[in-house]
Every structure is written in C-alpha cells, then in structure tokens.
C-alpha cells in the first residue's frame, strides 16, 4: 500500500495524499498487516537492495536551490574538492557505510520470522532530494498507543543489525514502544553519500513524520534514543528542530561523546581531531544538550568501562560535573555496568533506563496540559520550562 506525503519547508506543510492516512495502516481493519498477502509484501520489501517508494517527504530546501548548490559544486573546483574529502571523512566515520547490501539483506530477513505479536514494515522518507531506507517495528498490541521510540545507532551498525537483535526487543516492551530505525544517507540503501547536513535533515525528517498529525504517524510521546555517534546526530538535528507543544518527548544519548573532534583526538591523535572539525563533521551534542528544552537521559558506562568513549571526553562528564543549573535540571544521568558496544542484557534497560522513562514522559504530559490551561505570558513560560 503505497502513501505519499509532500512538505515543502519544515514551517510551511503542503501535502498531497491519498487516503487511508498512515496513522490507519497501523491499527483497525486497515492495518498494513492485516492484508491477506502481508508476509508476501513484507518479504519482497526485505529483499530489496533499494528502498521501497516514498512513504513521505519532508523539504528544507526548494528542488531549484538543490540544483544551483550542485551545479555550483561542479564548476568551483574548491567546493568540489571539500565536498569529496568531507564525503570521504563520513565514510571513515561511518564504516556502516561500506556494509555488503547483501549482507544487510539477510539481516532484513529476520521480519520473516517475527517475536510473536511483532509487526514490520519498511518504508522510505524522502528530504531534500535524499532517499532514507527506515523501518517500523512494533507490536500490534501497541502500534495504537501512539507511543515512538526514534531510533539513530552508532557507526558501525545499520539498522538491519538491530532487527535481528532480541535486546532491542525487550527494550521496546519494556516501555511499551513502536520504533523506527533508519540508516544515514550513504549507508545501505539510503541515497547519497555520508554527509553531516543530510544525516541531520534525516533524523529531523523522521521525527517530522512521527510528529505529523495529519499525514504522518501522530505520536503522543517521542522517545528518542541515540548511542554513540547516534546520540551526536540526534543532538546535532535538535539544534534547529522545533519540538510541538502537544506531544511529550524524552530524548536519551547512549554512551556519547560531547564534542567529536575532541573525541577524535583522545581516541587516536591531535591532527585527526583537528581533521573531523576541519571537514565539517565535528558533532557537538554538548552545546545541544544544554539548551533542549525536553527531558534527556544521559547514560554512561562506569568510569573505565568505555574505551571508546572514555570518560573524560563522554556527555555524562561535560554535563554532570558542573553544579544543578537550567542546563541540567530537565535531565538524568544513568551509570551503566556495561562497555561501549555491549547491549543491555537481561532486561538492563527495563530496570534501569525505562522508569526515568515513564516519569519524564509523565512530567511532559503535565506540562502539555499547563500549557493548555495557561492564560498569561507567565504562566506560559513556567509550564514550558519548568
């Protein structure tokens, strides 16, 4: 069932699309899985090396502008030259983006033999000329509930490898969550080559698609949940994503650096850090984190533990050695007994991560309704940051 949605700025929404609405195919007689040849539809999709038509398109830019950057790009050769090695730096920053399709392929297949109860359906979110490959996870008893989790991973995984993991599924039951995972341009099946611009438009178009009311998926709650590089990108889209009003958001950062050229430089040496800031990619979640708005969960493994993310470069540091300020006083800081690429075994993040959770989600629901009831500027202000 193919649906298409069209936005042609972030602030000014334009769509065209046919009906039933996505937020139909999740649940009801409608629903994507309850068609008679579901696992025929759901195993071609999976199979696929390219992603399947566009579910919904969000534009930051006009088509025009695209092509006068890239026509630009072509006859300045300077600009050609940054664009090639800044390219060549998101490859060595992102080595999922050299994964076999045919391996991811294989990976994709686990959605033939699903946990019991467990729905998947893949689908594409178009921005700025960029092709996202994404897929929806989600258990049928929950897929109406209106409660998201957004999922962006670290450099080494595209989002085939969290399909086949069982972790991820018992941390979605543990807050009762659907999910959409997604993999930056360039790597797998989503267009294009890395580009930090284009990573960040991804996630905010995601988002835009889970926040969309009208011809998106209408969440309630937002979960977003980043590790690693995953929380930088997430902390790099926030910077200039206007979050509704109506919804309730949580955001968590997994094992994260606070600024990535430093990062770069404690892991390896001082020219390569100085190399990440010089072509673009230096990820700052840091300066994010400090000025979001929505409640964040920063988790970190105990000191010694990463040695990819180590101690003195992490978020949880920047964040936490400073005294409680406005910066920190919307966030809590978690200690995990775990490495940087060690999953949350035996149900960890139900006990540890999912009742911060639930309280948060529940502060942000109280918050939804002052804001409803306010009546002045002031009390506007104190229902938005308190």
Known sequence: MLLTGTTHTPSQAQHTLP???FQKLLQGENAFYKEHNYRKITKDEANKTSPPPTTYTWNTE????????????????PIAIYQFLHALAGKILL???IAPLKRLNYYRGIVLYPEPGYKYKRIAIEVDGYKIDAMIIGNEAHLGNGRWLLSSD???APYELRLANPDFLSMLNSIHAN???FNYPGVGASSGFPNRSATSKAYRAILSFLEDKEKGIGAKEIIGYGISIGGGVQGDALKTHVLKEDI????VKDRTFADLSKTAANLTCKPLGWLVKLLGWNLNPLESSKNLQAPEIILQSEEGKDQVIREEVSLYKALSKDPPSSNTKNKEFIRLKLGHNDGFRDNMFGNMVAPSIERLLRKGDVKAKNQGEATSPELLTTGATG
């Open 95 to 97: 080595p999922a983006s």
């Open 179 to 181: 999910s959409i995972l």
């Open 62 to 77: 006009s088509k025009l502008l695209r092509v006068v950057k890239r026509i630009l790009s072509l006859i300045i050769f």
């Open 19 to 21: 009906q039933p609405t």
């Open 154 to 156: 670290g450099n080494a």
């Open 248 to 251: 309730s958001y949580v955001f």
